[in-house]
């Protein structure tokens, strides 16, 4: 799963943990990564956002700060079914007038005694695209000589036909199932794609399912979700 939670807040502003934990619970993943994550800033009221919502999900959480922001720390968060085998974070490259950006890396071991790489990232979203390929170039350039499977999620804020899919294509796929190609901002009416499910070493998965979610409630980004399975 991938979800940008809005740090939080909710598109009604009224900052519901509960509610965003619910909505994750309901679709019960084995993985899930995180955008607009907040740990501790003054607008999510000094909350460790990744850690609550592990605590009302019993997902094991972690974070990976991009930024400081607003009195505490702004970036990436993953759930977890699995208990971690190494934890990492990717600091991506920005321009000096940029937001910093992150990807979360995480392996974990499935019960089936694979190990897998599940990455959570946010790139940026000015409309000038060239911060974001400087960030795929990177993600790109990290894991190409990388041999675990690999799963890379998150809100891209870059459109299919973009070059940044394109650099990011060089490593990672993306399904073809029907599912994949529905646009997923905003959550009210979705009419563009910038939320992905990818993943490197295609020959080793087979993608079973691919939903868009629209809970626009909870957020102004739809939820992505795939069911795949590995098949070393």
């Known amino acids: ?13 009224d900052f519901n943990l509960d509610s965003l934990a619910g ?14 994550v907040d740990f501790k800033t003054k607008r999510a009221n000094s909350y460790d956002l990744p850690t609550e919502l592990g605590y009302r999900t019993q997902l094991a959480p972690l974070f990976a700060r991009a930024m400081y922001y607003d009195g ?12 971690f085998v190494a934890t990492d974070k990717l ?6 007038d940029s937001e910093p950006r992150a990807a979360a890396i995480v392996k974990v071991e499935t019960a089936n005694k694979n190990i897998v790489q599940f990455v959570g990232t946010h790139l940026d979203h000015q409309k000038n695209g060239k911060d974001r390929e400087m960030q795929a170039r990177a993600l790109v350039e990290h894991f190409s000589n990388d041999s675990i499977p ?15 899919i394109a650099i990011l294509k ?7 199932v029907e599912g994949a190609r529905q646009p997923t901002y905003p959550s009210k ?12 070493q295609p020959n080793l998965w087979k993608v079973i399912d691919y939903q868009v979610l629209c809970e626009n409630y909870a957020s102004d980004y739809c939820i992505v979700m795939a ?6």
């Open 189 to 200: 009416k979705p009419n563009i794609k910038i939320d992905y499910i990818l993943f490197n």
């Open 91 to 96: 600091a991506l490259p920005h321009l000096p």
């Open 170 to 176: 060089r490593e990672f796929t993306q399904s073809t």
């Open 1 to 13: 799963m991938s979800f940008n939670i809005l740090h939080g807040a909710t598109v009604k502003n």
């Open 227 to 232: 069911t795949l399975v590995l098949t070393p």
């Open 23 to 36: 909505i994750i619970k309901s679709y019960d993943p084995h993985l899930v990564a995180l955008q607009e």
């Open 72 to 83: 505490g720390e702004y970036g990436e968060g993953i759930l977890s079914k699995f208990s």
């Open 150 to 164: 690999t799963l890379l999620l998150g809100d891209l804020n870059a459109q299919p036909d973009s070059e940044t």
